[in-house]
């Protein structure tokens, strides 16, 4: 069964961070693009991350630029998404999804498998 499973949201204050991991079984995570998308209360869902299958590009939305990093670790064959300095407006449901043919990482049609989502929420 091909399932992503994303873990390690929460609350937390302004500046603080977190390490959001997106574990994957029933395929190799290495043959794939992997993305992360946020959804904000009220917003549309928003490509925050992806890098394509040999991790020589790797893209970062603007707004997290500098303060996001997104890494794979194959052996465990798992994503994260290392998010430092946050914002409040970072606040949202973090979703992983993965795509053997995915050409442009932003677009959510070109990933064949999500996660279920893990929420974030930053405030004091």
């Known amino acids: 069964q091909v399932q992503l499973v994303e873990s390690g949201g929460g609350l937390v204050q302004p500046g603080g961070s977190l390490r959001l991991s997106c574990a994957a079984s029933g395929f190799t995570l290495d043959h794939y693009v992997i993305g992360w998308f946020r959804q904000a209360p009220g917003k549309e869902r928003e490509g925050v991350s992806w890098?394509?299958?040999?991790?020589?590009?790797?893209y970062y939305v603007a707004s997290v630029k500098g303060r996001f990093t997104i890494s794979r670790d194959n052996a465990k064959n798992t994503v994260y998404l290392q998010m430092n300095s946050l914002k409040p407006e970072d606040t949202a449901v973090y979703y992983c999804a993965a795509g053997r043919h995915v050409l442009r990482g932003w677009f959510e049609g070109e990933y064949a498998y999500w996660g279920q989502g893990t929420q974030v929420t930053v405030s004091s």
């Open positions: 890098f394509s299958v040999s991790e020589d590009s790797i």
